[in-house]
Every structure is written in C-alpha cells, then in structure tokens.
C-alpha cells in the first residue's frame, strides 16, 4: 500500500514537472494600436514605439495581446525572451492582466524589461486562474523606440527563480595604484572640502 503511494506521488510529481509549455501567438497582436503610437511587424517580430505629442502622456504607447481568460492554473511563471536592437533604446513594460473586469495597473503586475537583459523570468502571481492578457507598452518617459520579443511562454518550474534586473555579474573595481597617499586623520566631511577646494582652483 505504501509502495503504490509512493509511486503514485512521485508520478504526479514528474507530470507538474513536465507540463508543456504554452507558447504565446504573437500574431494575435495587431499591427498597429487605434492612437497609432504602436505597431507591430509579425515578420520580423519588432515593436515600434512612436509618440504623438498632441495626444495626453503621447498617447496609450502600448499593444493588447488578448488570450481570451486562458487557463493558468498549471503554470507558475511567464518567460518572456526579447532583444533590444538599438542600444540606446530602454526596453519595455509587460503587465499581466489577469482575468477580471478591467486592467488595473495598480493591482495587476507590470515587470521592466531593460535593454541590458535578453530575457526576463516572471512570476505568476499567486491564486491567478485566468489571463484575459498581456499589454506590452512603451517604458515610462520614453517617446521612441523599438524591441524585439521573440517569444512569450507560460511555464511550470519547480524551483524557478525571477529575473533580478538589478543583479550584476561584473567583479568589482579594485584600485591597484602603486602610489599616493590617504589622509586616515580626516574625517569624510573634510575630504570632501579639501578635494572640492582643490578642483575649485
């Protein structure tokens, strides 16, 4: 009786670890927004942002992709894999707007996608069943532009980890000079008169 128990629970297990992933179609988005300050190339998969200046905050700036209340009660995170090709371009905003009456930025999760990154891990937020959709828009500020998403999939990962945007790789900066000298005997404040005094000349 153990035994089957046993083998039944590690079955259920290896089927929540193996749930296919659900592929986004991105050609559901149309090819430009009603304000005209999106468009959409389903070619080459390209968001162009163009603001109009004679419309409030340059208009809405953003694409609705509709998936019709789809089930996600077997996913736990939305993996979105995107390219940013014009590196002074800033990336972009996806929030998840999860099925109910209307979309509330307030409540509903928007996640910065920024040009240094190429993919962004993101949790589902918790008790969701349902997504009514995604609404990719134009960062906050930003007048112009344009990103590539390649593809949108919900997933189901045991131990997914979300994509910390302020992680950094990089080894720190050592100062290796061979000379020169630090007064230990001042405090910070009289440094930073003595340095500004000196660039002051």
Do not use: H
Not at 107 to 125: A, F, G, Q
Request: with cysteine; proline share 3%.
């Amino acid at each position: 009786m153990i035994s089957a128990l046993l083998v039944l629970i590690s079955s259920v297990s290896v089927f929540a670890q193996n749930v296919k992933p659900y592929v986004v179609d991105l050609n559901k988005l149309s090819a430009v927004n009603d304000d005209k300050t999106m468009s959409f190339n389903k070619t080459t998969k390209t968001f162009t942002l163009t603001a109009n200046d004679r419309l409030e905050n340059g208009g809405s700036k953003s694409l609705y992709l509709w998936l019709n209340s789809l089930d996600i009660s077997s996913y736990n995170i939305v993996r979105v894999k995107y390219r940013i090709p014009n590196e002074e371009d800033y990336g972009f905003i996806l929030t998840t707007d999860y099925d109910d009456d209307t979309l509330d930025w307030n409540r509903d999760k928007s996640t910065y996608c920024p040009s240094y990154l190429n993919e962004m891990v993101i949790p589902l937020k918790s008790g969701q069943k349902r997504l009514n959709g995604f609404c990719i828009s134009a960062t906050w500020g930003v007048s112009s532009g344009k990103f590539v998403i390649e593809s949108i999939t919900l997933e189901k990962e045991a131990n997914s980890k979300p994509t910390d945007i302020n992680a950094n790789d990089e080894p720190p900066v050592i100062d290796a000079a061979a000379n020169g000298s630090f007064d230990d005997s001042l405090v910070a404040w009289d440094f930073v008169k003595k340095t500004w005094s000196r660039l002051a000349v």
